[in-house]
């Protein structure tokens, strides 16, 4: 029998955008890697679908900022 298809699909935005923030900060980005081993884990491979508020935040990490700069 073969394995039923299971897709997790994670809409990354900006923190609190529902709220009209003056600033919007992507803090919560910074569990992104834990989700991501623990999906790894359990075998689940997620889409992530991301705006570009998120690709400033890979560009601020890729340049060598540490993820824990974030919080």
């Not at 029998?1 to 955008?17: K, V």
């Not at 900060?25 to 359990?42: G, K």
């Given at each position: 029998?073969?394995?039923?298809?299971?897709?997790?699909?994670?809409?990354?935005?900006?923190?609190?955008?529902w709220a009209n923030p003056?600033?919007?900060?992507?803090?919560?980005?910074?569990?992104?890697?834990?989700?991501?081993?623990?999906?790894?884990?359990?075998?689940?491979?997620?889409?992530?679908?991301g705006g570009t508020t998120?690709?400033?935040?890979?560009?601020?990490?890729?340049?060598?900022?540490?993820?824990?700069?974030?919080?």
């Open positions: 029998m073969s394995e039923t298809p299971f897709i997790i699909t994670i809409d990354t935005e900006g923190d609190n955008l003056r600033e919007i900060t992507t803090h919560n980005a910074a569990y992104l890697p834990r989700f991501q081993s623990l999906c790894e884990r359990f075998r689940f491979k997620p889409v992530y679908r998120l690709q400033e935040f890979h560009a601020r990490f890729s340049n060598g900022e540490r993820l824990n700069d974030a919080r």
